[in-house]
């Protein structure tokens, strides 16, 4: 099992979640966060005062999934979340030694199933 971790732009977060349903992601978290990469902030105005924006905004997706699904969701998530720009974001593939559904007692692949 993988856990797919994606941090991107917030103006893709419904094409990501379209892409990833269609897929069939069986379920996903969505977590608003703050970070910087190359673009390392930006300098904005405010009331004629220039300030610098270190954090921006971002979305990180997290699904959970069986290691032979991980390429096709990583692939989806890729595509919906790409801009052509600085700051598009990066995605993360870790391994789960475990899952446990709490409500039935279920464990591993069941329990990341639909």
Do not use: H, W
Not at 11 to 17: K, P, Q, T, Y
Not at 24 to 35: C, P, Q
Not at 80 to 85: D, E, Q
């Amino acid at each position: 099992m993988k856990l797919v971790t994606a941090v991107f732009k917030p103006s893709r977060l419904d094409a990501v979640i379209d892409a990833l349903t269609e897929v069939g992601a069986a379920g996903l978290t969505v977590s608003e966060v703050r970070g910087y990469g190359r673009q390392q902030g930006k300098t904005e105005v405010y009331r004629g005062a220039e300030y610098e924006v270190r954090l921006l905004p971002k979305v990180k997706v997290e699904v959970a999934c069986a290691a032979a699904d991980t390429e096709r969701l990583v692939e989806a998530i890729s595509k919906a979340a790409n801009t052509g720009t600085i700051g598009d974001g990066k995605i993360f593939v870790t391994g789960l030694d475990s899952v446990l559904r709490i409500r039935t007692g279920e464990t591993d692949a069941q329990a990341i199933s639909s």
